[in-house]
């Protein structure tokens, strides 16, 4: 009951293939690395926090439906755009 373990025959790789292998591994973890985005930078997340403190709430709200007209006026535009081009090519295809 002393202490034995039974002991597996451990096979070593040779150095070629144990440099090649390490050399796998470490560029999956280097294409790990670039995969991840990047945080924002400090400097970024400060000024995006003072920004939103100081925006105007009324101000934002009146930004956002801004945006939003235009681009409905946008998709309304390019629609326009695709029923002229359907009318004139069935008035060609006549």
Do not use: C, Y
């Not at 009951?1 to 025959?9: D, V």
């Not at 002229?84 to 008035?91: G, K, M, Q, R």
């Amino acid at each position: 009951m002393g202490g034995h373990r039974p002991t597996r025959a451990v096979q070593r790789l040779s150095l070629e293939d144990e440099t090649r292998v390490r050399r796998e591994r470490l560029a999956e973890i280097a294409e790990r690395e670039r995969a991840r985005p990047a945080p924002p930078a400090a400097e970024d997340s400060f000024w995006a926090g003072v920004a939103r403190l100081l925006e105007d709430p009324k101000q934002a709200a009146q930004d956002r439906a801004d945006t939003a007209l235009m681009d409905s006026m946008d998709a309304a535009r390019a629609q326009a755009i695709r029923d002229d081009v359907n009318e004139l090519s069935a008035w060609l295809r006549d």
